[in-house]
């Protein structure tokens, strides 16, 4: 059964560093989306994504926040220069109509 | 915020019929009843959804009363990998690109 990966599982990154976290969605998918977790919270929307331009973004996607599709496959998330308080777990999702969820990333901000 | 109300616990012991309930009084003509899981700190999980019928899979059922003010998901035979946190989710399935709105979910405790 197709599934969204992400890698890595588990980021580790000292405050003010520019982390990448990638995604690979299901291949005939063309929608796709970031969410968040801070611990013991709800998943919060991010973004969304559709024909290489983004489709909606929350008032946490503020400039540090970046999203691109480098190529036909992968989908990124890019922090510009973390904070302590973007430690949390990120996943993406895609979908033609059903959203199906990575495994997520936890990112680390120390 | 989340259209959807639903307890924020219950238990079920293993074996028996688990029947998670959710409010969605303000759902309008549009929008579908989609339910997630999320085992500790994992991606959601899709379960089912629906529109206005009973929906069953592999997984689960899901009852929508006939003024689709409220559902119910059932897991027939709950086991202890069914202990998770249960998300009752409202989208408009007209825009493909329409984000979900998680709340707080039930979170569900499966009992030997």
């Known amino acids: 059964e197709p599934e969204v990966t992400q890698t890595p599982s588990h980021q580790v990154t000292q405050m003010g560093q520019e982390v990448i976290l990638r995604c690979v969605p299901i291949?005939?998918?063309?929608?796709f989306y970031w969410y968040r977790q801070i611990l013991g919270q709800k998943v919060e929307f991010l973004v969304s994504f559709y024909n290489n331009e983004i489709s909606e973004k929350s008032e946490i996607f503020d400039d540090q926040f970046s999203v691109e599709r480098p190529d036909g496959s992968n989908f990124t998330l890019k922090i510009r220069s973390t904070k302590l308080e973007d430690s949390a777990m990120y996943f993406c999702?895609?979908?033609?109509?059903?959203?199906?969820f990575g495994p997520g990333t936890r990112l680390t901000v120390l | 915020d989340a259209k959807t109300t639903q307890p924020p616990s219950m238990d079920c012991a293993e074996g028996r019929a688990a029947n998670l309930p959710c409010n969605h009084s303000t759902i309008s003509g549009n929008e579908y009843v989609y339910w997630y899981r999320q085992i500790h700190s994992q991606g959601p999980q899709y379960i089912i959804h629906g529109l206005k019928n009973n929906e069953t899979n592999e997984m689960a059922s899901l009852i929508i009363t006939e003024d689709r003010k409220s559902s119910t998901l059932i897991l027939p035979h709950a086991t202890l990998r069914d202990t998770a946190v249960y998300y009752c989710i409202v989208r408009d399935q007209s825009y493909n690109t329409d984000k979900l709105i998680f709340g707080t979910g039930t979170r569900l405790q499966v009992f030997p």
């Open positions: 999702a895609s979908t033609e109509g059903t959203q199906y």
């Open positions: 291949s005939n998918h063309l929608y």
